[in-house]
């Protein structure tokens, strides 16, 4: 089949300028975001949000405000025209939309691998038929650690494993579960930041927002700007969870505590992942550099717990998105 031919059909545009939007959304972003200096992760992701959200309606939109949009006429005038390099061969030899291809599969794959999968495995809890799993007793340190923290009490379940880890999962039967390991490893105030983390993340999984979020990530598998822009509003969430654990229980050290024992354990506290499940050496530095960064945060005091603000550079930071990206087919 002609990749040309199918990058120039109806779903092939689509999918181009998806691509081609979400990337120049996710970068515009990103600069306002350093431009501006805004602190508060709760408005940082709302500015990678637009980078997720906008590339799937962009094209339908422009085409629905402009007929036109996609004729030589206008793309003449486009800051950038897609059709010009698809038909490009780089040294006579690599056709640009080969290349193109080549790099929606990688996306691809990445999605597939790396969110997806691990994801659908994690919503279900622990699968290891090793591991034995009990609901925390009552009196337990872990059960004495979630009191207060969420009413109704969070369901605590204790994972019989040494490696010390700690992760929430949502759906019908919400829960948090800890290992034996880290348990033992904890002290009770590091213990009762680490759920309040966690019931941080499960307090948040109820708003639709996210839940959409994820479900443009979803439709949108194929794009390396929503790839990029979803996985910093993945790591804001982490920020925001982090500020409503230091909120709730006044110690942003011990969670920094917490963070740095569970750096140099074999497991991270990572969405997606069991306790004791390995990670690839790409996978260990991202999440390695990112937990560093949450643990500077903590330790510079950049906790915030702001959750409006800076609206009018939001709508200015749209409105370039979405003016810039009208040229851009």
Do not use: N
């Given at each position: 089949m002609d990749l040309t031919n199918l990058l120039i059909a109806y779903p092939g545009i689509y999918v181009v300028q998806a691509f081609l939007h979400s990337m120049s959304a996710a970068i515009i972003a990103q600069r306002a975001i350093l431009a501006w200096n805004i602190r508060s992760p709760v408005v940082r992701q709302k500015f990678y949000l637009i980078a997720v959200f906008a590339p799937v309606v962009s094209y339908p939109l422009y085409q629905w405000l402009n007929p036109d949009r996609?004729?030589?006429n206008f793309r003449l005038g486009a800051l950038f025209d897609s059709g010009r390099w698809i038909n490009v061969e780089l040294w006579n030899v690599l056709p640009v939309a080969l290349l193109f291809v080549l790099v929606l599969a990688a996306a691809t794959a990445v999605f597939l691998f790396q969110e997806l999968i691990p994801i659908l495995r994690h919503r279900s809890g622990p699968t290891d038929p090793a591991s034995r799993t009990e609901p925390a007793a009552r009196g337990s340190p872990a059960a004495l650690a979630a009191e207060g923290l969420a009413d109704p009490a969070p369901d605590i379940q204790i994972v019989e494993d040494d490696d010390p880890a700690i992760h929430s999962v949502i759906g019908r039967s919400p829960a948090i579960y800890l290992t034996t390991g880290l348990v033992r490893s904890l002290q009770p105030v590091e213990l009762r930041v680490a759920i309040a983390h966690e019931?941080?993340?499960?307090?948040?999984?109820?708003?639709?927002?996210?839940?959409?979020?994820?479900?443009?990530?979803?439709?949108?598998?194929?794009?390396?700007?929503?790839?990029?822009?979803?996985?910093?509003?993945?790591?804001e969430e982490e920020n925001i969870?982090?500020?409503?654990?230091?909120?709730?229980?006044?110690?942003?050290d011990a969670l920094a505590a917490v963070l740095e024992k569970l750096r140099h354990s074999d497991a991270y506290e990572i969405e997606g992942h069991e306790a004791g499940e390995g990670l690839s050496s790409i996978e260990h530095m991202?999440?390695?550099?990112m937990v560093r960064e949450r643990i500077r945060r903590l330790a510079d005091g950049e906790s915030t717990t702001a959750t409006t603000g800076d609206w009018l550079k939001f709508a200015v930071t749209l409105a370039s998105i979405v003016i810039l990206n009208y040229y851009i087919v």
């Open positions: 996609g004729s030589v019931v941080a993340h499960m307090r948040r999984s109820r708003r639709p927002l996210l839940i959409v979020a994820y479900v443009v990530r979803v439709l949108l598998f194929f794009s390396a700007g929503t790839l990029v822009a979803f996985r910093k509003a993945a790591a969870c982090d500020d409503w654990a230091v909120e709730a229980t006044g110690r942003p991202s999440y390695d550099l």
